[in-house]
């Protein structure tokens, strides 16, 4: 089981909807990630959240809005997305540190329609 | 020029042979060096950190050459479980604790 959890693995949702995902660690990391990742190709960042502080926005689209409730703990709130947005979306966390690789979560597989 | 960029792949080679993957990076400042792997459909996990000495694990080998800004990783006697795509990774800077992903390289194993 992957140390990482993420919920719901799948969501199909419509333009006007709003939804939450949410992503769980109990390694006490400290950083926490929020990762797109589009078919065939690789993972690319949205947001990094070190000390439960948002230090990282990739220029991602305001329909998309992070949250960290406490340093266990991070949500996605998804509103007015587009069928563009469909992807496989992953949680990681890590070792604040820089030399660390991430935990992935499995991903939330999420379907505008 | 892309951050990270890697063998465009696929590598479709049979069981026991020995395959190697390459990678540049951009970015001269960077401080760590990861290979990740992915199967289909599913999150990618870390295969090992990549250090300046280079450094051995089982059937894999990680190289770094910060001079030519180069990566390798070498497979050896490849398994029909190592079919996956292997994502060379970078943080490229102090500081955040920021990965930026190749485009991975899809290795085949058949019988």
């Known amino acids: 089981d992957t140390e990482v959890t993420q919920t719901p693995k799948h969501l199909v949702m419509g333009m006007t909807n709003k939804k939450s995902l949410k992503c769980e660690q109990h390694?006490?990391?400290?950083?926490m990630y929020w990762y797109k990742q589009k078919a065939k190709k690789p993972p690319e960042l949205m947001f990094v959240y070190s000390y439960e502080k948002l230090s990282i926005n990739e220029s991602v689209p305001s329909r998309f809005s992070p949250e960290c409730p406490n340093s266990s703990l991070l949500n996605l709130h998804l509103h007015a997305l587009q069928p563009e947005d469909s992807a496989l979306y992953l949680c990681?966390?890590?070792?604040?540190?820089?030399?660390?690789?991430?935990?992935f979560g499995s991903g939330t597989r999420l379907t505008v329609v | 020029r892309k951050e990270v960029e890697q063998d465009p792949g696929p590598f479709n080679v049979p069981e026991g042979a020995t395959v190697a993957f390459n990678c540049t990076y951009s970015?001269?400042?960077?401080?760590?060096f990861f290979w990740y792997r992915q199967d289909c459909r599913k999150e990618p996990k870390l295969l090992m950190s990549?250090?300046?000495s280079g450094n051995e694990d089982g059937r894999f080998t990680a190289q770094l050459n910060r001079a030519s800004q180069y990566i390798s990783l070498l497979i050896r006697d490849s398994k029909l479980s190592d079919s996956a795509t292997y994502l060379c990774?970078?943080?490229?800077?102090?500081?955040?604790?920021?990965?930026?992903f190749g485009a991975g390289t899809r290795l085949a194993v058949h019988p």
């Open positions: 390694m006490g990391h400290r950083a």
């Open positions: 990774v970078v943080n490229p800077s102090g500081g955040y604790n920021k990965l930026i």
């Open positions: 990681a966390s890590s070792q604040a540190a820089t030399n660390y690789g991430y935990t």
């Open positions: 990549v250090y300046s």
């Open positions: 970015n001269s400042a960077s401080q760590s």
